[in-house]
């Protein structure tokens, strides 16, 4: 299965933290066994704008606050069409990334605690 992942940023970034060594986690582990992953994301000042990191192709564009505007665009010029499906791991603000090509299948990866939930709810 090829599966195209979109996060705001790798583990190799500076600010990266739980949330991308959970993604990375999960996903190398289906690019061990024989999954193609491709994950784009945003960078930092001076990365390189391609990686191989857990067996996930990572494709870097912008940087954490330009990301959200360069995302599509870096999708649609060279990723899409190429997964069968699209993972939005939403730890921040969402792409809406299901709006981008509505002939593949989208999940939304969404790590909150409950409790977390909830109090944003009693707000």
Known sequence: MRVLLVNWQD????QAGGAEIHLHEIFGR????????????GGWPDCPPRARLDGIEVYRVGHRHTFPFLARRAHDAGLAGWAEILVE???????????????RTAALFLRHEPRMLR???HR
């Open 11 to 14: 583990r190799e970034n500076p």
């Open 30 to 41: 289906l690019a061990a066994k024989g999954h193609e992953v491709r994950l784009l994301c």
């Open 89 to 103: 791991d939403i730890n921040k603000v969402p792409l809406y990334t299901p709006r981008w090509h509505s002939n």
């Open 119 to 121: 109090l944003r709810a």
